[in-house]
Structure formats: structure tokens, C-alpha cells
């Protein structure tokens, strides 16, 4: 028995990194996955897997959610879990961030994830039922990261909490993770990455860095059941370091 | 099972919230060990436990900081190892600031606080032999303020405080230390809903998801998660298992 049995799942960004890494933990877990992303190529890839639907989906475009979510719906009758994990980031130092740079980076992490639980939460509504996980960053809660990617994920953080208040009567939930530094592809491809990652290792209370395993495991509890009693929560998964 | 072979200690797990992380617990496959100065309860509730795998009773007052060591001692003699505390237990009384004396500390401190050190404490070296977890209770009563609470709120913060000390300082051992922020629908608060349903129907109607959590649906399972492999990489939080009534920070 799974512990995602019978849901409809969709996870954005859900064709590459952490977000691929929920779509196969929540598929092997009984749910059936539509991954969202906005890279097709990547798309083709997820779409191999068992009970994973790979769907097109531009995260700032409201028609692409109205579509994606009555598709979604029309298809397979409910919507139980969207987990808003699609995302850019950014290593511009705080010196060249523009107002362009502002507003693509808000765009995309900010409206993306308002725009998915606007068009997303009336269809969980309809059936009293459903969970949100939204992803921000540590960044959001301890004072680091001068720039528009801190911005948009404390955006994030404030639209989860009042989205909690907001439909937890028609029973949705919505609910926050906070990752601290993931070992990702790209977090590894950083120039200074090596003696940076050493450094933050050494700050970490538990001595590693965090793996895309450890954000799925705790997004597919905030998705099951097992959490049906936890609303407007934030998860800090970080190793302890901002616990410090 | 996501619990499998792995060994538990519950304080205050006769009944309520308690019992009900026993029982998801077990359900898990953890063999578990009661710890309460109910008997009559307990035995009820071992007896639930042993449904699914091996469970223990100890009648202690966890006041007294031997008993603590006792316990370990035991469990460990009997299964080989620790991989769970859980410290759930905590006993005080609701009156106005005013009128809150040292005898309403003693009594919040002795019953919550030190207990919750002393087992910390006494199970640290099995901990960091099994890389085990921790998970600690705070209260809405602390996070907010609530009237009447002195005692308790200031018990419960001073447990959040310590928390994320041995967060800190045991994270390097591989230990994860954890707290649960829960409103559940406890005896006692049965007990105030037949009382007083007026009052019992406002607080239901302050809560976003309009209804109290099950001690073992809603908190027994969001405490596995905590002692599972699932939330390695999290230490030093709490987790508002509340409905929504509280938006942490």
C-alpha cells in the first residue's frame, strides 16, 4: 500500500533536479504524477516513468494554468496535491540586479506559485480535500542573499501562510518547505562551489548537505494524509543550520 | 513499515496524544515503551501496542531524575538499543498570572521540563550509537501567550530552548532534534467540550481546518515522520501540528 494511494498529483518543475526526484517518490507511492515543467526535452525524459504525465507548463501564465488545472481535473475527476516547486535562481551579486532582473525573478517564483493556487485550489475545494506544498528558502527566514531570488521566496512564504487561512475552511491545505543547500547539478557546477560547500558543510549542525531525497521526503508527508492536521506550517530542512 | 525494528521511548503514553504516537508508532513496527503513572491506562494501552509488535510498561515519576536512567537502562537491556524519545509528558495548572505561584512552576517544571532533560540526557549515549531522533512537545500556549498559562508556557518555551541547543550540539552525532506544536482532542479536552460547549465551539471555530487533530491520525503520525529516515535532514524545528491556528515566526 502506498501512502499517496489513489491521489492526482501535480508538481511543477517536476522534470528535472528535486522536483524530478517527487515525481518519482510520489508515483511509487500509489499517485498518479503530472509533471509540470517548462522544458520539454526534459519532459519526454519524465514521461517514460509509470503513471507520470509530463504536461507544458509556464509558470508565470495564468491560460497555462486555467488549462493545465480543468485538463488535469477534466481527466482524472479531483486534483489532490500541487506541490509549487518550479523555480529560477539567480548569481548576480546584489550591485547588478536591475528591475528587469526584479521582475522576471517575482514573475516566475512569486506569481507562479499564486497563480497555481489560485486556478488549482477551487477544483480541491469542490471535493473539501487537498494539499499544497509551496517551496521557499532558507533564505527567506535568516539574513542572507541581498537580491531579488531572497525576495521572490519570501514572497512565497508570506502567499503560502495567508493561503492557509484563506482555504483552510474548505479544507485545503497549504503548507511551506524552507531547503537550505541542496546538492543539485547545479549547485555543484558553481565556480566557487568547492571551498564554499566545504565551508557551509563545517556550519551545518548535522555536517552535510542537503540531497533532492530529503525535500521529496518531506513534501510527499506534507502531501499524504499523514499531515491532514497541518495547515499554514513551515519545514525548515536544512541540517540545523539556520537553527544556529 | 517505515518504523521497522526500531525501539521507542514514549513519556505519557497512557492515554491521549501520547498513546496515540504508541500506537502509530507500533504500527510502524517500533517496539515501544510506555512510560506513565497511570497503571490502569497503561496496561490498556500496552496491550494495544503488543497488537502489533513488543511493548513495555514503566510506572515511573519522571520527577525523579534516577527514573529516567532506569528506563533506558531497561529498554536497552531488553532490546539491545534506543532509536526514539519521545517526551511527551507534562502536568500544570491553568490560573491567572496573579495568582501563579512557585508551586505551579514546581509543579509545570518537574512534570514537563526536567523530565524532558533528564531523558534527553540519560538516552544521549544510546542516541548517538543508533543516530536516533527526538521529539519534544511545545504548546501554542508557550508560541502565543495564552492566559492562564504561566506555568506551562514558560515550561514549554524552556523546552524549545533546550531543544535546539541538543539540536545544535548533537547534530554532528547524527541526532535529530525535533519539537511538535499539536492541539489535539485529548481527554481533557472532551472532558471541557461536555463543560463548556459554548466556549468549545469558538475555539473550534478559531482553528483554519475547523476541527482538533486525532492523537493518532493527525500527531501519532506526523511523530513518525519525525522518527523516520523521511526527515533526516531536519533538526532544531518545531512543527505546528495545529490546524493552522498558528503560523510560526
Redesign the interface.
Known amino acids: 500500500m502506498g501512502r499517496l494511494d489513489n491521489k492526482v498529483a501535480i508538481v511543477t518543475g517536476g522534470a528535472s533536479g528535486i522536483g524530478e526526484r517527487m515525481v518519482e517518490l510520489f508515483s511509487q507511492e500509489g499517485a498518479i504524477v503530472i509533471a509540470a515543467d517548462i522544458n520539454e526535452a526534459a519532459l519526454e525524459r519524465v514521461r517514460q516513468k509509470e503513471n507520470v504525465y509530463g504536461m507544458k507548463l509556464n509558470v508565470s501564465s495564468e491560460e497555462d494554468w486555467q488549462a493545465l488545472a480543468k485538463e488535469v481535473n477534466n481527466h482524472f475527476g479531483k486534483i489532490d496535491i500541487l506541490v509549487n516547486n518550479a523555480g529560477i535562481s539567480s548569481e548576480k551579486q546584489y550591485q547588478e540586479i536591475n528591475l528587469d532582473d526584479w521582475g522576471k525573478m517575482l514573475s516566475i517564483n512569486g506569481f507562479g506559485p499564486f497563480a497555481g493556487m489560485k486556478h488549482v485550489a477551487p477544483y480541491m475545494a469542490e471535493q473539501k480535500k487537498g494539499s499544497i506544498v509551496n517551496i521557499s528558502s532558507y533564505t527567506a527566514q535568516i539574513g542572507q542573499g541581498f537580491n531579488h531570488y531572497s525576495a521572490s521566496k519570501g514572497a512565497v512564504r508570506a502567499i503560502s501562510k495567508a493561503a492557509a487561512t484563506t482555504f483552510g475552511h474548505q479544507g485545503v491545505r497549504v503548507n511551506t518547505l524552507f531547503p537550505g543547500i541542496i546538492e543539485t547539478p547545479m549547485t555543484k557546477s558553481l565556480e566557487t562551489s568547492k571551498d564554499l560547500l566545504g565551508r557551509l558543510v563545517q556550519a551545518t549542525p548535522l555536517q552535510r548537505l542537503g540531497q533532492p531525497e530529503d525535500i521529496a521526503n518531506a513534501a510527499l508527508f506534507l502531501a499524504s494524509d499523514e499531515s491532514s492536521f497541518i495547515t499554514g506550517a513551515e519545514l525548515v530542512i536544512d541540517g540545523g543550520f539556520s537553527a544556529q | 513499515m517505515r518504523l521497522q525494528g526500531k525501539v521507542g521511548i514514549v513519556t505519557g503514553s497512557a492515554s491521549g496524544i501520547g498513546r496515540g504516537i504508541a500506537l502509530a508508532m507500533a504500527k510502524e513496527g517500533a517496539h515501544i515503551a510506555i512510560v506513565d503513572v497511570n497503571e490502569e491506562k497503561g496496561k490498556e494501552t500496552l496491550a494495544e501496542v503488543n497488537k502489533f509488535t513488543e511493548g513495555l510498561l514503566f510506572i515511573k515519576n519522571i520527577s525523579i531524575k534516577e527514573n529516567a536512567d532506569k528506563v533506558v537502562d531497561e529498554v536497552v537491556k531488553k532490546f539491545g538499543k534506543l532509536d526514539i524519545l519521545v517526551n511527551n509528558a507534562h502536568v500544570s495548572r491553568q490560573v491567572p498570572f496573579v495568582e501563579t505561584t512557585e508551586d505551579h512552576f514546581d509543579l509545570s517544571f518537574g512534570t514537563g521540563f526536567y523530565p524532558t532533560f533528564y531523558f534527553m540526557k540519560a538516552a544521549y549515549p544510546e542516541l548517538k550509537k543508533s543516530k536516533g531522533k527526538v521529539i519534544n512537545f511545545a504548546s501554542g500556549a508557550g508560541l502565543d501567550g495564552q492566559p492562564t498559562q504561566t506555568s506551562y508556557a514558560a515550561a514549554k518555551e524552556a523546552i524549545r530552548g533546550i531543544s ?1 541547543v541538543a ?2 550540539e ?3 552525532d ?1 541526532i ?1 532534534v525535533n519539537l511538535i506544536s499539536p ?1 489535539a482532542l485529548t481527554p481533557g479536552v472532551e472532558q471541557w467540550r461536555q463543560n463548556d460547549p459554548k466556549s468549545y465551539d469558538a475555539m473550534i471555530n478559531k ?5 482538533l ?2 492523537t493518532e ?3 501519532g ?2 511523530a ?2 519525525l522518527a523516520s ?9 518545531t ?6 491556528s ?4
Open positions: 535546539r539540536a545544535n548533537w547534530g554532528p547524527g535529530n492541539i482553528i483554519p481546518l475547523r476541527r487533530g486525532d491520525q493527525d500527531i503520525r506526523v513518525v515522520f529516515d523521511d526527515s533526516d535532514y531536519i533538526t532544531g524545528q512543527l505546528m501540528v495545529d490546524g493552522g498558528i503560523k510560526l515566526r
